[in-house]
């Protein structure tokens, strides 16, 4: 069965701190695509990235970050020095080879950044 | 115009009332989706529409009734509702197979029942 399990509910962190965001997952196929969106208060979901399995390779785009760790099943991404403009909530989520582009998402975890 | 429009922005009703939700895309995209998102719950796929054909409807009440007339436009017409249905309504799209796109979202449609 697939998941995704966000573990951080909420995180508060001062500006300019870097925080972590925990992202594992679950899947039986060995062909998946996992992503990372953005929620602002506006209520839109805003695309981060995307990976794929094939692709462990850890990227990174301007502040932000994301390490892919097939043997944990993880996909963590990281802030560097947060600002408040990053506050909102940020969403794993996982579509897998045959699914036809349906995601399964995370709980979210609710990002925090006070100035 | 931005990629994926949702009206209306907000939307309070009866539960004895009819409405529609609309979301229409603009990226050429062939597959729409409808997702619930409730407080405090991750977001829940409703309805997927692949080349204007459902093809998956995961287990909604039938008081939530989908639409896709073209690959640009999705509805979710509402009847009856209960409070417990009041939540965020979003909207995506994506190009199928290519399995590996991303889904694009609309701003969402804040439903409260009363």
């Known amino acids: 069965a697939q998941k995704v399990t966000q573990a951080q509910t909420e995180i508060s962190v001062v500006e300019k701190e870097d925080v972590t965001l925990d992202c594992v997952y679950e899947t039986r196929d060995t062909t998946y695509y996992l992503f990372w969106y953005k929620q602002p208060p506006s209520g839109e979901l805003v695309f981060l990235i995307r990976r794929n399995s094939f692709d462990e390779q850890n990227e990174i785009s301007g502040r932000y970050s994301w390490n892919f760790q097939k043997s944990t099943s993880s996909f963590n991404f990281t802030i560097t020095a947060s600002q408040v403009v990053d506050s909102a909530v940020y969403f794993c989520a996982l579509s897998e080879y045959n699914q036809g582009g349906k995601l399964i998402f995370g709980q979210g975890t609710e990002l925090s950044v006070k100035p | 115009e931005t990629g994926v429009t949702q009206t209306p922005r907000h939307l309070v009703m009866g539960m004895t009332n009819k409405k529609s939700l609309k979301c229409e895309q603009h990226l050429g995209h062939n597959a729409m989706y409808w997702y619930k998102q409730s407080a405090k719950k991750p977001l829940e796929l409703m309805f997927v529409?692949?080349?204007?054909?459902?093809?998956e409807n995961n287990s909604v009440p039938s008081r939530f009734s989908p639409e896709c007339p073209n690959s640009s436009h999705l509805f979710l017409h509402l009847h009856t509702l209960q409070p417990e249905d009041s939540a965020l309504y979003l909207c995506?799209?994506?190009?199928?197979?290519?399995?590996?796109?991303?889904?694009?979202f609309g701003q969402g449609t804040r439903l409260t029942v009363v």
């Open positions: 529409y692949s080349l204007e054909e459902r093809v």
């Open positions: 995506a799209s994506s190009q199928v197979p290519a399995r590996s796109t991303e889904a694009f």
